[in-house]
């Protein structure tokens, strides 16, 4: 099976750009398991050669215009005409929207997992996103011959601009390097995981880790993330505090499996991938009910509405008093983000190629 793979960014590894992982993965476990060729056609990254070959995997990085990653480049690709299936990534950028004119230029099935994310941030960004919408976003969804969303949250929201053919299948998460083998701390160790950005909620956990601070002392704080909020928040810290940033996968999961509560008081995430991998290693999140976050979390961890920070507090505290609840949550998080390994994904995802493919013989 040949396929072709159009997407805003892409490395061949596991990186921290979220939609270059996503693809990452699949394209992994196609080759892996199902020896398929794969030709991924991404928008260029600094840094990076415009084209890459490793045995069936073959790379093209176009160069691009704005924001929304435009270019021209990208809607006259040759070898598309010997590609059996095209499938397109991240809604509200050109490469999904170039994916699915080759597709169709080409009669070949298209697919699209979007990976929405609402423009909920600034009223320019949300008029910019409603321009997309128009221009491209609607033509994507309606003439593809699947839309893909990661959960019923995503769903919900690109059911208002197209009622089409859905089919949710989950991100992946790096089954290979997130996992549980748990190590026991001297203190309890809560943590805060992402960047230290105001939306993802970097300063709030912050300020209700220092009231933990001041009533107790056998807590300890972990801050792993970058961000223009980080300088502050280690100025104002005391020396229960540990601050961690540049760290790979592999070093990430070790955290993992070394903190007892994850706290992220988020404003908003499409999925939450920090939340799917600490759930893999059995790490009990406490979190806001927004977004995609319910179903990424489900009984792996205790949510409360955004700006309830007293409550969410109280259910900190609670857990640090509760070894039991945590454990409880940390086997249901386990059992819960099972669906999320990267090659029950790709097995979901194939078997969805297979019955497109056999549907236009």
């Known amino acids: 099976m040949r396929i072709g793979i159009f997407t805003t960014s892409f490395l061949p590894y596991h990186s921290r750009l979220g939609i270059s992982n996503a693809v990452y993965f699949l394209v992994k476990n196609l080759i892996k398991k199902y020896d398929c060729d794969i030709y991924v056609?991404?928008?260029?990254?600094?840094?990076?050669?415009?084209?890459?070959?490793?045995?069936?995997?073959?790379?093209?990085?176009?160069?691009?215009?704005?924001?929304?990653?435009?270019?021209?480049?990208m809607l006259n690709i040759h070898e598309i005409d010997n590609i059996d299936l095209i499938h397109s990534f991240h809604y509200g950028f050109f490469p999904a929207f170039a994916g699915l004119l080759?597709?169709?230029?080409?009669?070949?099935?298209?697919?699209?997992?979007?990976?929405?994310?609402?423009?909920?941030?600034?009223?320019?960004?949300?008029?910019?996103?409603?321009?997309?919408?128009?221009?491209?976003?609607?033509?994507?969804?309606?003439?593809?011959?699947?839309?893909?969303?990661?959960?019923?949250?995503?769903?919900?929201?690109?059911?208002?601009?197209?009622?089409?053919?859905?089919?949710?299948?989950?991100?992946p998460?790096?089954?290979?390097?997130?996992?549980?083998?748990?190590?026991?701390?001297?203190?309890?160790?809560?943590?805060?995981?992402?960047p230290m950005l105001p939306w993802k909620g970097a300063w709030i956990a912050f300020d209700i880790f220092r009231k933990i601070e001041k009533e107790r002392n056998d807590v300890r704080f972990v801050f792993i993330g970058m961000g223009h909020l980080e300088d502050e928040?280690?100025?104002?810290?005391?020396?229960?505090?540990?601050?961690?940033?540049?760290?790979q996968p592999t070093e990430l999961a070790k955290q993992y499996n070394s903190i007892d509560i994850l706290v992220s008081p988020t404003y908003y995430e499409s999925f939450g991938c920090v939340l799917a991998e600490a759930g893999m290693c059995g790490t009990p999140v406490v979190s806001t009910r927004v977004g995609g976050i319910p179903e990424t979390v489900g009984s792996g961890g205790l949510l409360v509405d955004y700006g309830?920070?007293?409550?969410?507090?109280?259910?900190?505290?609670?857990?640090?008093?509760?070894?039991?609840?945590?454990?409880?949550?940390?086997?249901?998080?386990?059992?819960?983000t099972k669906k999320f390994r990267d090659g029950i994904v790709s097995e979901n995802i194939y078997r969805v190629y297979k019955r497109l493919l056999s549907n236009t013989i």
Not at 140 to 166: A, C, G, I, Q, R
């Open 173 to 194: 998460v790096n089954s290979d390097v997130f996992f549980p083998y748990r190590k026991e701390q001297k203190k309890i160790t809560i943590a805060y995981v992402g």
């Open 41 to 73: 056609y991404s928008s260029d990254m600094k840094g990076l050669k415009n084209r890459e070959e490793y045995r069936n995997l073959h790379i093209k990085r176009f160069p691009y215009e704005s924001r929304y990653q435009f270019s021209p480049e």
């Open 233 to 247: 928040i280690k100025r104002k810290s005391g020396n229960r505090f540990t601050f961690i940033k540049d760290i």
């Open 308 to 336: 309830d920070w007293k409550k969410m507090k109280e259910y900190i505290e609670m857990l640090i008093d509760d070894a039991k609840l945590r454990k409880k949550l940390g086997k249901n998080a386990i059992a819960h």
């Open 102 to 171: 080759a597709a169709k230029r080409t009669h070949k099935p298209h697919l699209f997992t979007t990976a929405y994310h609402p423009p909920i941030y600034t009223p320019f960004r949300s008029l910019i996103s409603r321009m997309h919408d128009v221009l491209q976003g609607f033509w994507v969804l309606k003439y593809s011959d699947m839309v893909l969303p990661f959960n019923k949250d995503e769903k919900t929201h690109l059911e208002k601009y197209v009622n089409t053919n859905y089919n949710i299948i989950p991100c």
